[in-house]
């Protein structure tokens, strides 16, 4: 017999997975890292079991939760070996310097506040949809701190970044595009579609942002320092980018051309960058494979094995219905609207999941609109994204208080992709 969602069993299971959901929202206010909490969400497994194994002898009882658990096993492997081995590659070009060399070369072009701001965030769109959010928030959060002198200027190209890396959801850079490729619900050419949306929503919001803040910062003196020290790129740098950059490339080709799988198809091109760095190793240019594993951010793949087991068994025990319920009677184009302003305060990965499980009867452009809502919608606060909190990180005085400034940029974004997706997919039908 299926569990009702408000048995005691299907209650008790949405407690423990709403208290895990409350402190992962709080997770900067009481300084408990995310994952801790996710991992929690996983005792809701044994709690089904627990049931099933009360509820008598026959043993066909358990095969929708043996089932579940498969299922949920095939999704994580996916999504984990992917994420780690995206990861592998950033942090070994990281090691190289790659991107700090890519930030110090903007600065010596001799760019004013106004080309850094748009230099900076370009690079964050642009990157972000390969080497993550969270990464292009880091190094050009960091490279703007550097030559920031004024913490105004500095809030402002920060707010630039954090808007343009979440627009990287037109490929499988971003996890909630990844998540939705994974899930098999569109495919990655339909992806690739949203890059005029997306894009142009940060366009939109950037432009907003020099045309109605800067000017009242730049007004008042210089506001960056090009003089800050420079460390350069280290041996093999440029080759391994490229090789990185073949690696990835290949990977897509593997996927579109012969349905390799493409974390399968990520793997493989991870194997030949090893391979690389051993002939560099030969050559007397040392890059160590050990030391950058380790740096593989393991907490971030453990918060997400929590969510995605917890949001399992929420489905299992048919909560996640309600959320399909609500897309066979509202407006898909409404739904996908509202997850996405809730993406700004709970965290984006859960809701794909949530929207994924669900299993909402939707064509493939209102999934692509998903991807994009959900992905985009964290900017809308700080604390919504994996880019504002490592932002938060980076420079402290930018609080979730300084973020709701740019409110009116930020929102631009979000209805400019919107809007911009409308025309594509419902006017010229793209």
């Given at each position: 017999?299926?569990?009702?969602?408000?048995?005691?069993?299907?209650?008790?299971?949405?407690?423990?997975?709403?208290?895990g959901i409350l402190l992962i929202i709080l997770e900067v206010q009481i300084g408990m890292d995310k994952f801790k909490p996710a991992l929690l969400m996983m005792s809701t497994v044994a709690v089904i079991g627990i049931y099933y194994f009360l509820t008598g002898e026959d043993p066909d009882r358990m095969k929708g939760f043996h089932l579940m658990q498969a299922e949920t096993k095939e999704s994580l492997f996916a999504l984990i070996a992917f994420m780690a081995f995206m990861w592998m590659i950033v942090e070994i070009l990281n090691e190289r310097n790659v991107f700090g060399a890519l930030s110090e070369f903007l600065m010596d072009r001799g760019l004013g506040p106004r080309?850094?701001?748009?230099?900076?965030?370009?690079?964050?769109?642009?990157?972000?949809?390969?080497?993550?959010?969270?990464?292009?928030?880091?190094?050009?959060?960091?490279?703007?701190?550097?030559f920031s002198r004024d913490t105004r200027y500095t809030h402002l190209a920060l707010c630039n970044i954090i808007v343009a890396s979440n627009s990287g959801v037109w490929f499988i850079g971003t996890s909630t595009s990844l998540m939705v490729i994974l899930a098999g619900k569109i495919d990655i050419p339909s992806l690739l579609a949203l890059l005029p949306a997306s894009i142009g929503g940060w366009l939109l919001s950037a432009w907003v942002l020099q045309t109605f803040y800067m000017g009242r910062v730049l007004r008042d003196g210089p506001v960056i320092d090009t003089h800050a020290p420079r460390e350069g790129m280290k041996p093999g740098g440029?080759?391994?980018?490229?090789?990185?950059?073949?690696?990835?490339?290949?990977?897509?080709?593997?996927?579109?051309k012969?349905?390799?799988?493409?974390?399968?198809?990520?793997?493989?091109?991870?194997?030949?960058?090893?391979?690389?760095?051993?002939?560099?190793?030969?050559?007397?240019?040392d890059v160590s494979l050990d030391v950058q594993l380790q740096k593989v951010e393991w907490s971030t793949l453990m918060y997400y094995i929590g969510i995605i087991t917890g949001m399992a068994a929420l489905n299992h025990v048919g909560w996640l219905s309600y959320i399909a319920w609500l897309y066979e009677h509202e407006s898909p184009y409404l739904v996908n609207i509202l997850l996405g302003l809730v993406s700004s305060i709970i965290d984006n990965n859960l809701l794909e999941a949530a929207a994924i499980m669900s299993n909402p009867p939707m064509n493939t452009d209102q999934w692509v609109l998903n991807a994009m809502m959900v992905g985009i919608g964290g900017s809308l606060t700080v604390v919504g994204s994996a880019a504002g909190v490592m932002a938060m990180s980076i420079e402290k005085t930018y609080t979730f208080g300084v973020h709701l400034r740019f409110l009116p940029a930020v929102l631009v974004n979000f209805f400019g992709a919107l809007g911009i997706w409308y025309v594509q997919f419902e006017w010229l039908r793209a």
């Open positions: 017999m299926p569990i009702e969602p408000f048995s005691s069993v299907g209650l008790l299971v949405l407690a423990i997975f709403a208290v080309g850094l701001f748009w230099a900076t965030g370009a690079l964050a769109a642009l990157l972000s949809p390969f080497i993550s959010s969270i990464t292009t928030a880091m190094v050009f959060g960091r490279a703007v701190c550097g440029a080759e391994l980018a490229f090789v990185c950059a073949l690696a990835i490339g290949g990977a897509v080709i593997l996927n579109l012969l349905q390799v799988d493409i974390e399968f198809a990520l793997g493989s091109g991870l194997g030949f960058v090893a391979l690389y760095i051993w002939w560099l190793k030969r050559k007397g240019i």
